[in-house]
Structure formats: C-alpha cells, structure tokens
C-alpha cells in the first residue's frame, strides 16, 4: 500500500436514507447533489462510517434505513476494500487486500490509513478560533510538548495567584499593628513589676499589721494600769501584768519606731502598667518582623512564578513562530487561534479560507487521500474551481455536498437513489442497484 488510496468504486444498500447506490467516481472531485432530506448526506456519512467505525457513527446511531432489517457498504479503494454490514445486533467490518485475502485487526488498518480523510474543510473554517488552533497544532511538528507547557503554566499561574492572596493578607495584618511600637526606655519586665508591686502590699500590710498591734498593746497597757489602780489588793498580780504589757509597750513603740512608711501604691499600678506596655510593644515588634520576613518570601515567591511563567510563554513564542506550517502564511496568534498573511484567520477573505482550509485537509498526507465538504452550497463557481485544483495538485479526492441539480457533473440523488449519473461519466456508470 505504498500508493495513495481513494475511492475507485462504492456501494451502499439501505445506509439510513439511502436505498441501493453504486458509483464509480471521479478521481480528483465528486459533487452529490439533490434537494434536502434525498439521501446526499447519507451518502458522506456512509464513506465516514465505512472508514472510522463506531467513533464515526457515535452522532448517528442508527444507520439502518427505516423499515429495513440491514444495511450494508462498499468501499473499493483500489489495494484495499472495505465492507461494513449492519444488522439488529450491530455491526461487522472486514479489509479485503487486492487478492481479496481477509485483513486482521481491520479498524486498527484504516486508522492508520485514514488521517485527514475526516476533514471538513468549510466546517474548520467556520469553527471557533480555538478550536481552529487544535487543528493546526496537530498537524506541525513542536520543540515542546504544548499541553504539558501550558500545565506547567497554569501550575505557576495558580500559584501566583494563591502567593498574591497571602500576601496581600499578610500586608494588611501588618499594616493593622499599631503606629509607633518602638520600646520605651523603661526595661522593667512585666513580671519584674508585678512581683515589686506584690512585695508593696506585703509590706503594707505589715505595717497595718504593726499598728494595730501598737494600738492593742496601748489598749493592755490602759486595762493593765486600769486594774492597778482598781486592783492592789492583786498588786503582784498586777504588776506582773503591768510589767509584761510594759515589755509589749517598749516592743511596739520600737517597732512602730523603725517601721518603714507606706509605699506609694499609684506609683506601684503605674510600674505593672509600664511593664504590660512594654511586653505588648515587644510583641508588636516581633509580629512585625516576622510580618516582613513573610511578605519577602511571599514577594519572591510571586516574582519565581512570573519568570517561570515568562519562560514558558517565550519558549511557546519561540516554538510556535519556528514551527513549520502546512501552509505558507499561517501562523498562531498572540491569543487563541491562527493567522493569515499576519492577520487573524477570521479576517482571511472566503477564497483564502478556503484555500487554507482545504490545503490543511490535505496536509496529514495519509494514505487514503480523500475529503469531505458536508455543506458545499457555499461555495460559488470560482471557489469550487479552486477546490478541483487543489485536488488535482495534491492528489486527493474532494467529495463535496450540495443542494440542487443545477452542477453539470453532479451526481443527484432522489430519495435514496442515483437520478442523474452525469458526474459518473457514460463509461463508468454502473447504474442504480
């Protein structure tokens, strides 16, 4: 099978609208006319089937014509022939070499084989730019695996994004401290203060303890000398109590005299409250500085991601702009899509759409050289001589569908059936089955 295949002769029998249809068509350009709802689209799809199986079928899944019990297609493409047989419980496929031996593993031959052959160039044309793009990169030859690139891309691009959030909030916490956290010049801890202002009120408290045991002793002293005076018949008694609160007396008077005055309790509050603000500016201090270490490791982080991002886009740049295209003048666009001659394939004019369209339906090269145009309605006379010469240049063959009789070498279909056999030409004609 070194040759280029395309299709010498076909066959189909009950394919959803079509009845029995056999043709023997031109090499270069094939056009199937006839009104809507005739059988011309039934036609395109039955070569699809016949040649891409059920992911061909998958939007149709009935290909039986209705109220048949089977259906079946012929495809001669000249080192091969391909027969699809459908029937209620699904359906068969079998590759027949020249010799008409059987082929193993038949799908798996003709998806090697096939390759652009599902191409629909005005349907390409009229796609959205991003999905013109897809196309393009599946036919060029990148120094870069594109989609791990744009993952690696969108890695970086997420966490750019998630660096910027944290620090932005990591910015405003900092900018939420307080004004003028610098430490005042008292170095006074809060627990050095606090134990200081205990130690006043233990103090205190003693003193407060001392005089009112002077005042109860003066109290002794004044009931002692009471008992004295009213008592000397219990004089020794007396005076032994005399004498001890005497002793008691001198005691008190001579602590009372070397007790140490009241500290300054205002004074005491006012150290515990100093303390506490310093401990609070030393946190404010700490929170600050770890605040700026986090935004300076956040702000490295969003400047790695940016270069890695910036490379990745230069190397797509690079490698897209070098890229060997199928077609002179094509390229990819800053954003999603492509270009042509420089401007976005949008703005190409019809002729270069479907100049370019129809070149890339070509470009795969695959060994069954054949394309399908579904809606060939829209193409006017000097469009459709453009076709025939591109196919005639790069032999392929061009089935195209279109509504109406009015092609001089069209085949027109009418329900289900071959009705004007011009475009087979009076020596290749086999007629209707």
């Known amino acids: ?144 695996d594109i989609e791990r690139l744009e993952a690696d891309y969108h890695a970086m691009y997420e966490q750019r994004s998630d660096a910027n959030r944290r620090l932005k909030a990591a910015i405003a916490r900092r900018n939420a401290l307080p004004v003028g956290t610098d430490l005042p010049a008292s170095s006074t801890t809060l627990v050095e203060a606090i134990r200081i202002a205990q130690e006043g009120h233990l103090h205190r408290l003693a003193n407060r303890e001392t005089i009112a045991r002077h005042n109860e002793a003066v109290a002794k002293h004044d009931e002692a000398s009471q008992r004295l005076r009213d008592a000397r018949a219990s004089l020794v008694i007396a005076e032994e109590g005399e004498a001890a609160a005497a002793a008691l007396l001198r005691r008190s008077t001579h602590k009372l005299e070397a007790m140490v005055p009241d500290p300054d309790i205002e004074q005491l509050e006012a150290l515990v409250t100093q303390a506490q603000r310093n401990q609070e500016a030393q946190l404010e201090v700490v929170r600050r500085a770890d605040l700026t270490d986090e935004i300076d490791e956040l702000q490295a982080e969003v400047q790695h991601c940016e270069e890695q991002m910036r490379d990745a886009n230069d190397t797509k740049r690079r490698g897209l702009a070098n890229a060997q295209m199928p077609i002179e003048g094509l390229g990819f666009g800053e954003a999603d899509g492509i270009t042509y001659k420089g401007l976005p394939f949008s703005q190409a004019s019809h002729a270069e759409k479907l100049k370019v369209s129809t070149g890339l339906a070509m470009a795969g090269d695959p060994k069954i050289r054949v394309v399908m145009i579904s809606d060939g309605s829209l193409l006017d006379d000097e469009s459709l001589a453009m076709v025939a010469e591109m196919a005639v240049a790069n032999d392929f063959q061009v089935w195209i569908e279109r509504v109406g009789d009015a092609d001089r070498t069209a085949i027109v279909i009418e329900d289900g059936s071959i009705v004007d056999a011009t475009g087979l030409g009076a020596e290749r004609q086999e007629g209707n089955a």
Do not use: C, Y
Request: no cysteine; glycine share 10%.
């Open 1 to 144: 099978m070194d040759q280029p295949l395309r299709i010498v002769a076909l066959k189909a029998e009950n394919v959803k609208r079509l009845r029995a249809v056999s043709i023997t068509p031109d090499p270069n350009l094939v056009i199937i006319g006839g009104r809507n709802g005739q059988g011309k689209t039934s036609l395109l799809d039955s070569i699809w089937w016949a040649l891409g199986g059920k992911h061909a079928q998958k939007n149709s899944p009935q290909p039986i014509r209705s109220g048949e019990s089977g259906a079946a297609f012929s495809l001669d493409l000249g080192a091969l022939v391909v027969e699809r047989l459908w029937n209620g419980d699904g359906s068969s496929l079998i590759v027949r070499a020249a010799d008409g031996s059987r082929m193993a593993s038949p799908q798996a031959i003709l998806d090697a084989l096939t390759g652009a052959m599902a191409f629909d160039p005005l349907a390409f044309a009229n796609q959205p730019a991003k999905a013109q793009r897809e196309v393009l990169l599946g036919l060029v030859v990148l120094p870069f």
